[in-house]
């Protein structure tokens, strides 16, 4: 009976992915490929050109639900975005937010927690309501529970409106590491050896990362009604030309994204490099003004 009930469950899961593969774009939006690719001159250019993406679903949206990343790669439009309220151009007091992951065993006050960078890099900046930020418990007693209760949260605020994504160097997004289910949902996950070591960067040993995260899953996030991937750097090049032009599969998470309908992928010219479509990405922009609307 449980493992029916569970079953059950997992069904509607899939069907809830495949649902969200297949509704069209929201109407008045330009015709596109399923992942608009846009290649940004430099990493300024593009933290300025995300940081429009998300002014313009808070100018929609005001109460617009933001899924939000770490790492180095958003550093720079969580910049952007608090230049922008700093000036009266965003509000964030009716915004919610859901961060993708944290480490297991960080208290928040750790330097390296993800509770940590959010509030130094990001949340101090901007008059958003503390309890609308939500971010994964490292430190729950009792994971199960809360990444349950982190689920029911999305849905209960009508899901996310737009998701931030980072990609770790093996094609990761959130931590979902190679060969999470793409419909997977937030868990504890084991982080990989290449993302403890590139992550290693930021401890003071190598021993001290944490080896256990968090993470919403693949299936959590490709529910978000739109998505916003950010790379910059050479060392990205063969994650996102795997994660765009490369096979669905698990052992990729972000390609899970090329499902999606309604993903932007931001690259700088070095994160850009492998791609075998670069010149008919950059065509595509050129033309985008005389596009049709659908
Ligand atoms: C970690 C985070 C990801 C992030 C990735 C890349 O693994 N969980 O969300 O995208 O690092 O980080 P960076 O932007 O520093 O390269």
Not at 114 to 137: D, L, R
Not at 204 to 224: C, F, L, R
Request: glycine share 6%; proline share 6%; charged share 20%.
């Amino acid at each position: 009976m449980l493992l029916e009930s569970q079953g059950i469950s997992h069904l509607r899961h899939c069907s809830r992915i495949w649902s969200a593969f297949l509704h069209a774009p929201a109407p008045g939006r330009i015709l596109s490929p399923i992942m608009e690719v846009i290649i940004c001159n430099t990493y300024e250019e593009l933290c300025r050109a995300a940081a429009r993406e998300v002014a313009d679903v808070l100018n929609a949206k005001p109460n617009a639900v933001l899924g939000l990343a770490t790492g180095s790669t958003p550093l720079g439009l969580y910049q952007e975005l608090a230049r922008m309220y700093k000036r009266g151009e965003l509000d964030f007091s009716h915004v919610t937010t859901f961060n993708l992951d944290e480490y297991v065993g960080l208290p928040i006050t750790h330097p390296q927690s993800y509770y940590h960078f959010m509030h130094e890099n990001f949340f101090k900046h901007i008059n958003i309501p503390p309890h609308n930020i939500h971010i994964p418990s490292g430190t729950t007693t009792n994971y199960r529970a809360f990444c349950e209760w982190y689920e029911k949260r999305i849905v209960e605020v009508g899901g996310i409106d737009l998701q931030i994504l980072g990609i770790g160097s093996d094609g990761h997004i959130g931590f979902n590491e190679p060969g999470s289910s793409l419909s997977s949902r937030t868990r504890l996950k084991t982080l990989a050896r290449p993302t403890i070591e590139d992550n290693a960067r930021f401890f003071d040993k190598p021993q001290d990362v944490p080896i256990y995260a968090i993470t919403m899953g693949v299936g959590t996030i490709i529910e978000a009604k739109q998505c916003l991937l950010m790379a910059n750097g050479k060392k990205k090049a063969r994650a996102i030309a795997a994660a765009i032009e490369g096979p669905v599969t698990s052992m990729i998470t972000a390609s899970a994204l090329q499902l999606h309908p309604e993903t932007k992928a931001y690259l700088d010219t070095e994160a850009a490099s492998e791609l075998q479509m670069r010149d008919y990405y950059d065509w595509i922009q050129l033309k985008k003004p005389g596009a049709p609307r659908v």
